[in-house]
């Protein structure tokens, strides 16, 4: 019997993966099924956030001083969970948490990677019915495999990812996964409830007509930055202008359209935040290797955000990512700062 394999799984593409590179362990592989499981647990809670107690500030205040949201806190343990319980992950540093969890049992001592992630970015729009998302980054551990994991494992500059992905729950759930070897969009497919490959090798546009930032900061942001945006509004045969302003709020929204669609998001520092709002770890470094991967470029208007070497676990920075020529544009601007 031909088994028409026309649409492949997470679970059939990771093996798939695993038969074309025999040198791999399947450790990567196992972190990524586990990670598409929790997504499946939260997407269920989040499809139906506005019927259940599960809305609401949950009374607490995160490490960022943000109300934590019910969902942020059950999404952060479901992906916790499910990384712990799994073969592949020795420790886990969250938005939600003011420390990294080393999970210190003799599976996980042993095993190489540990996990940077937003588990649920764009929080404040739950109760509004926006799209809303989760950021994670991997990385190989520096500490000595076989001991618990450190600090250090958590503090790695963002180009020692082996791989970083994204999931947004919007008009459909997709997960979007880089390794080096590319970046791939499954759809989450709710009558089999998997995640199916629907965007294989996803590249981004090197130009692209949308640009995302907060018109509400215009006033704080630098001079260079003012000009470019309103470069942006303005009718420019050469850079295709008058661009469209999309700005929706939810990082992982914003950025998945322009990756798909061609554009450039900004998070400029403000006068009142010198730093940016994002957080480096586990929203600017995720997306900055998955953008490079599909021929994009993201910086921080100074250096390239892979190339910054972390202090802290939450520190923050600006972020300009999106289209190569959008992005060479703007620095054009930013170099005569
Ligand atoms: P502002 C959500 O809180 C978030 O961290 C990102 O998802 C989003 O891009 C940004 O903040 C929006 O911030 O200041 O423009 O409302």
Same mark, same amino acid.
Request: net charge negative; hydrophobic share 30%; proline share 5%.
């Given at each position: 019997m031909i088994v028409n394999r026309t649409i492949l799984t997470l679970d059939e593409f990771t093996l798939q993966q695993l038969r074309a590179f025999p %040198?791999? %362990?399947?450790e990567l592989s196992s972190l990524l099924r586990d990670i598409g499981l929790a997504a499946k647990r939260v997407n269920v809670e989040v499809n139906k956030a506005g019927l259940? !107690? *599960? $809305? /609401?500030?949950?009374g607490a205040v995160n490490v960022q001083g943000e109300d934590v949201k019910k969902l942020d806190i059950y999404a952060n343990n479901q992906f916790m969970g499910v990384l712990k319980h +799994? *073969?592949?992950?020795?420790g886990i540093g969250s938005e939600e948490l003011d420390d990294v969890v080393v999970f210190d049992d003799e599976v996980s001592n042993n095993s190489k990677y540990v996990v940077l992630f937003d588990?649920? !970015? +764009?929080? +404040? @729009?739950i109760d509004v019915n926006v799209s809303i998302g989760t950021i994670f980054g991997v990385y190989r551990r520096v500490s000595e495999i076989g001991k618990p994991c450190t600090a250090a494992d958590f503090l790695?500059? /963002?180009? &020692?990812?082996?791989a970083a992905g994204y999931i947004v729950y919007g008009s459909s759930t997709m997960l979007v996964y880089a390794t080096k070897r590319g970046v791939n969009g499954f759809t989450l497919d709710p009558s089999i409830g998997e995640f199916s490959l629907?965007?294989? @090798?996803i590249k981004c546009p090197p130009s692209g007509k949308i640009y995302s930032v907060n018109h509400g900061n215009f006033f704080q942001y630098e001079k260079s930055v003012q000009q470019y945006i309103n470069t942006c509004q303005k009718k420019d045969k050469t850079n295709g202008g008058p661009y469209t302003q999309r700005y929706i709020g939810s990082m992982v929204a914003d950025v998945h359209r322009n990756l798909l669609k061609g554009g450039i998001f900004m998070y400029p520092g403000t006068i009142d935040k010198p730093k940016g709002k $994002? &957080? $480096?770890?586990?929203?600017c470094n995720p997306f900055a290797f998955i953008t490079e991967i599909a021929g994009g470029k993201a910086t921080n208007g100074k250096q390239r955000i892979l190339d910054i070497v972390p202090t802290e676990l939450h520190q923050r920075s600006p972020l300009f990512i999106g289209s190569i020529n959008m992005m060479n544009e703007l620095e054009e601007y930013l170099k005569q700062a």
């Open positions: %040198t791999a %362990t399947g259940v !107690d *599960i $809305l /609401g500030d949950a +799994g *073969i592949s992950c020795a588990p649920l !970015d +764009g929080s +404040g @729009n790695q500059a /963002g180009n &020692r990812q082996v629907s965007h294989p @090798n $994002l &957080r $480096l770890q586990y929203e």
